[in-house]
């Protein structure tokens, strides 16, 4: 069962969430904040393996609430997606940079929110490869966005696993690396979770952000095919 923590300030929108998260058989309710700092504290006490994260919110707002449960060491397990009205480029980056695992806007329908918890909870990367490629190089293009990154980062990574953080940075999926790699897809997502665990990425979406950051993917590169 996945257990989801519902955060946005709107009691209605909450109680909307809960509804339909509630009516699948394999996901739960666990709490619902109405505010980021509440987000915080009840992440920690309910344990919640997913939390749908509001960007606007008093006290703290759903990007600082998303950076402190990401940051939290005790909270290494929890997954933050972020669901919003306003879906913006800048927005989309810098949830993703504060630890966001995906970003949903609030005109999702139905069946598409609870896809993307599941996702989310399974520990990929919610956004499409494409989608997270061509945001990350956008605004890694302008350098008042960047935390400063460099090679030397990468070189707890074996060749063949620096090799795989490229393929998933240009937007490859394990089935499409193993295929590539002539291995099997267990064998490529072995290396992915490798490369994850030895960089501290939380899924796929940061090993783009810190393929870009280090220089392995140039912002001019063209996606893979």
Avoid: C, W
Wanted: net charge neutral; glycine share 8%.
């Amino acid at each position: 069962m996945i257990r989801v923590l519902l955060t946005d300030d709107q009691k209605l929108i909450r109680a909307g969430f809960r509804a339909l998260v509630d009516s699948a058989p394999d996901l739960t309710v666990v709490g619902e904040a109405a505010t980021g700092r509440e987000a915080v504290e009840l992440a920690r006490s309910t344990r919640a393996d997913v939390v749908l994260m509001d960007i606007r919110m008093p006290e703290l707002d759903g990007l600082a609430a998303t950076e402190a449960i990401t940051a939290d060491d005790g909270l290494a397990g929890v997954k933050v997606l972020v669901l919003t009205t306003f879906e913006v480029d800048e927005y989309v980056f810098r949830a993703l940079r504060a630890g966001a695992s995906g970003f949903l806007g609030k005109g999702v329908g139905p069946t598409e929110l609870l896809d993307a918890i599941r996702t989310v909870a399974a520990g990929e990367a919610l956004l499409s490869p494409k989608a997270t490629q061509g945001l990350i190089a956008r605004f890694l293009a302008q350098p008042e966005l960047q935390e400063r990154a460099t090679p030397e980062r990468l070189r707890v990574l074996t060749d063949r696993e620096r090799e795989v953080l490229g393929l998933v940075a240009a937007g490859l999926s394990n089935e499409q690396i193993a295929e590539r790699l002539v291995v099997s897809p267990l064998t490529a997502k072995t290396h992915v979770n490798r490369a994850m665990m030895k960089l501290g990425a939380r899924d796929r979406a940061q090993l783009v952000v810190i393929a870009y950051q280090s220089g392995l993917v140039r912002v001019d590169q063209p996606p893979a095919r």
